[in-house]
Nanobody, 121 residues
């Protein structure tokens, strides 16, 4: 079973850029039909899917975040990375990376443990 682990800074100031990395073990991120997502959960709210990068390297995003979000990958390191520009307090959340097979609409098979990100001045 694959394993996913998020890493990155836990505290940011407003207007800074958030960068998180998900390191994947026991499966290649280029495996056919695998979709690698970022999902977050603000305090007291539900899960929000942010975007994904596919096995072929295509990325797509939630419309509300598309203007300031990007997802990229490093196949040599078997990692994919989330970047969110110009963060505000509303970006405070627990951030998860997750794997879906065939489609993100079919649900997520594996999750990282999550990492807390706090935006505060």
């Amino acid at each position: 079973q694959e394993q996913l682990q998020e890493s990155g800074p836990g505290l940011l100031r407003p207007s800074e850029t958030l960068s998180l990395t998900c390191t994947v073990s026991d499966v290649s991120i280029t495996r056919i039909s695998y979709f690698w997502s970022w999902i977050r959960q603000p305090p007291g709210k539900g899960l929000e899917w942010m975007g994904a990068i596919t096995y072929s390297g295509d990325s797509y995003y939630a419309p509300s975040l598309k203007s300031r979000t990007s997802i990229s990958r490093d196949t040599a390191k078997n990692q994919f990375t989330l970047q969110v520009n110009s963060v505000t307090a509303e970006d405070t959340a627990v951030y998860y990376c997750a794997l879906a097979v065939n489609s993100v609409s079919e649900g997520f098979r594996s999750w990282g443990q999550g990492t807390q990100v706090t935006v505060s001045s």
